[in-house]
């Protein structure tokens, strides 16, 4: 499942309107990690469709959710649930790592 690339006025209501979980993937297409990873949430997106909604932020073109998330590095994945950060994974994590943290926080 491709990821949506949404921008400051997307998110916010994908937020309220969303009951799943989000993850917030933070990427640039300059970073080769993040590049690299993409396909493999593409497929983790598909295996934890009923617990999360996952979701691409350019940071370049969303600097003020960069702020609002204090990402400092790429690739960053938030994970939100009932508006709250409750999980982050930040650099070039594996895609098993990623499948655990979903499942753990599911």
Avoid at 17 to 42: K, N
Avoid at 66 to 94: C, D, K, N, Q, W
């Amino acid at each position: 499942m491709k990821l949506d690339e949404v921008n400051v006025a997307e998110l916010n209501k994908v937020l309220l309107a969303e009951e799943r979980g989000v993850i917030l993937d933070f990427w640039g297409t300059w970073c080769q990690p993040c590049r690299t990873l993409r396909p493999h949430l593409e497929d983790l997106a598909d295996d934890f469709s009923e617990a999360w909604r996952l979701v691409a932020i350019h940071v370049e073109e969303n600097p003020d959710l960069v702020v609002r998330y204090g990402v400092m590095s790429t690739p960053t994945l938030v994970f939100i649930r009932g508006g709250e950060e409750i999980h982050r994974v930040t650099g070039a994590a594996t895609p098993s790592a990623i499948a655990e943290a979903m499942a753990t926080h599911a």
